[in-house]
């Protein structure tokens, strides 16, 4: 079998600290998340998989590099299989599983790792459960068991403190859903209390946003996110997500590029990310960083840059590309111009630009990103598994001026230059504002991460004289980008859309395929989507 080595990257700010508990009254803790990559070998069983997999996480708990972390998170999907599906203890048991043979290596090992390491430790993995559980009227499976994509939270001691079953599936075949969401957090010794979901339950309401609103400011976010330009690739969603509700969010992202899966970052609200990752080829790495608390807006912040990969180099990750064909555009003049000013509308919503740029001349015999103004506000099909309106107002790349070619990269082959320069942008629209309507910023460069939120301006201000209540919201970029893929304002609605689809009894749902059957490399038939 041909294992990847197991890299680790310790992202220590200023000194590392001995190995200490954090406390209620420090101002930071100690993070560490995980993006995870280990290839599936042909002909293996589940049941070996799974033993190197979980080799792997331990191996990460156990290392010197978590000496520091309070909490470590690992990503969606990376550790087990229907066929090693574990039983896992209900919190409120107060069980920890270390050595109860009721339950399966990756819930026992993991136990006791958290208790051996005293960290709080949160995996993603396949639950199976007895069918039917109290409240639950739904028909029950032929083996008369659930199976659910569900994270689970050990404390110091390896008791199960928190465990939260998806409810926002994404083409998981033969995975159940709890028949509400639900609402899973756990308190620590630190003075935090975390909110968890996973991957695409970041596009609803609930859990997610409905975990703001019940005043929790620290997430925990395992995911297999297959990024889509130009609005969702993962890092630009997760940071974007954090700066709009102000809070922490610890994202541990699988690592497969080749089907569009990656995105690993620590951000902290407002004040953006600590670090964050978009890879090009599979990595396994723990990254550590030191959390400043919400409650201490204060606190020091130190953030740690990542190497980027070259827009050639990230050609290498697999991006699908959004249902943009029916937005209402209009071209960015491929002249200098110190100030444009131009209004884009889609029906009643109008998105306003001003804009300060410069075109390097003589373009005719090279490749070259153009741009568009963009607004909409209407439905798209997340690959057919839910339905959701996007409102937007947007600035995004084209690498042709055919329109099928907007959001479309160049191939690592196409050497290209950046021909446009933006100084200054401000886009300005009005978003309604209710709990119904969750509006972000949202930018992403050519290599496929987010500017820094010192680079950008966002305000958000009452609407005066609306029948319903609005907001207007301004966007700005206020330092000069050469290598801007997207930039915008970017809202979900949620009122005429119901959640994602579920699979009420573990019943087959047919995949969309998100690539080709060469570009998945034999690799499909083991990966969930997100």
Known sequence: MNKQPVLFCILLLLVAPSIQISTPGDPHYWAGVVEFSSDRVDGETAETSTANRLAQYLSIINSPEADATDVLAFPESTLNRV???????????????????????????????????????????????????????????????????????????????????????????????????EMASFETDFGVKFGHFICFDLMFNQPALELVRLGITDFIFPTMWFSELPFLTAAQIQQGWAFSNNVNLLAAGASFPGVGSTGTGIYSGRRGELTTVMNHEPQTKLYVAQVPKMTFPNAAINKIPQPKGTPAQMAKLYLKRDQIDKYATKDLPMTSNALLQESVCYESHCCNFTINYSVKPNLQNTNYYRYKLAAYDAGRTFDGFADGQITTCAIFACSSANYSDCSRRFAATEAYDEAVTFNTITIQAKFANNDETFVLPNNVDTSIVPFDVSETEYTVVPSVGDSTPHNIVTYKLTRAHSDLYTFAIWARKFEQYASAGANPAGLFSALVLIVSAAAMGGLAKNLWQC
């Open 83 to 181: 066929a090693t599906a574990s039983f896992v203890p209900h919190p409120k048991d107060a069980i920890a599983p270390c050595n109860i043979l009721e339950y399966e290596p990756v819930v026992r090992d993991i136990s006791c790792a958290a208790r051996n390491r005293k960290k709080y430790v949160v995996i993603n993995l396949t639950e199976k459960a007895r069918c039917p559980e109290a409240g639950d009227v739904r028909p029950c499976s032929a083996d008369g068991l659930y199976h659910f994509n569900t994270n689970v939270a050990f404390d110091r001691e390896g008791v199960v403190v928190s465990r939260y079953r998806k409810f926002n599936l994404f083409g998981e075949a033969g995975i159940n859903t709890t028949v509400y969401p």
